[in-house]
């Protein structure tokens, strides 16, 4: 699976079809309430601002650009020009020791970027090594200057805010994909945690073997959307051990900052990494969706927020639906991992367009500007030509996450 060399393109095959809407188908909450602090030690966020007031990034250079696109690698934050990829400016950040699944960066509607990240995983450090290292989420300005940082390994049992953030109400929730269910309210004013819930399994039998593992935090049409993953039922008889998970989801009121009772657990061999808000509906993602699990095969479930009822379910030309995001020009666009293909599809009519770059990757992070779509491997950010190939943007080594800004014409 080794992407394109910088300037090597790729045949494009598009196949167009038509699916029309189905019919309807059928520990504690509250674990820390206001147990937070702000911190103002020094902690990365005081060093990465005593580092941008000497000078120790790369910028800025010249004119904050008119349209921005944010590139988080393993060791930084790279800050560009969406329409030419001009660097503005680089920032350090605490090194990830390893990449998850999560989403790498989110932005507000201040246009402020946060970046959650954990330096204590085990298995990749000695023991000893562990409790020296940093885990927390940081806040910068829509130019790069650090704001703040909120601190979670003290006071909460967040193990890792890299579950995903979402924003509503004046809040962010962030999810804590090591820490069994656990999610971070976090008021984006003062930037104290409010509160710390947590999201149970729906039925829960077995201790540990049954606990919940967030992948994903989505805001969808007023609701916040928790997705993660649990183990299948018990008696299961399992086809491959790697994929026989189930994906489980949660709701949060963001008026009372609760958890419902009520979840909804999809069939094993699911897996949603990922949702897109499609006219008040959540189409989520099943990235599972190609293994022999059960039939019939599922690439998309739409979904009730409010009640998480499955009210729907489509497949699209090809499995493996890993990210997704809505465009500009109002499509719903799809990222295919392994294949490396990128559906577009008409939220309305679902006429979907499948544009094939012909190479097998394994995207970290994916979005889409002005109706092109641009993913992130490794080696930088690889964007679709006119051709259906993928051309390297960006050149940045051990990348993870990509944003675009909204651009200034759309």
Known sequence: MLPLEAGETAGRVIVRTSQRPKSNQPHQVEVAAMRTRRHVAVTWLALLTLASACGGDTGPLGEFPENTGYLRTAKKLVIFNADTHEIYRTIDLPEEPWQSDS????????????????????????PWTVSTLKTGVLVFSAQGDP???????????????????????????????????????????????????????????????????????????????????????????????????????????????TVYDYKAELAPGSRVLDAVEVDGTAWLLNSFSHIPERPPRTDIYVMDPMTLEIVDSFNLLEPYPVWGTIGADGYVYIYHRRIGGVTRIDPVTREIEYMDSERETSAQGFDVYRGQPCIVLRSGLWCMNGDGGIDLKLPQESSIGVLFAPSKEE
């Open 147 to 257: 704001e703040y940082e909120v601190k979670v390994s003290d006071d909460t049992e967040c193990r890792s805010p890299r579950g995903g953030i979402a924003f509503a109400k004046g809040y962010a929730f962030i999810g804590c994909d090591q820490s069994y269910g656990r999610v971070l309210v976090v008021n984006t004013e003062t930037m104290d945690i409010a509160r710390t819930l947590e999201v149970e399994h729906p039925d829960p039998e077995v201790p540990r073997l049954s606990d919940l593992y967030i992948q994903a935090v989505e805001e969808v049409a007023g609701s916040i959307l928790v997705f993660g993953s649990g183990r299948p039922p018990k008696g299961y008889d399992e086809v491959h051990p790697s994929t026989t998970g189930i994906a489980i989801v949660a709701r949060i009121d963001p008026d009372t900052l």
């Open 103 to 126: 989403h790498r960066l989110e932005r507000d509607d201040k246009g402020r970027i946060w970046i959650g990240y954990n330096q204590a995983n085990p298995g990749y450090w000695w």
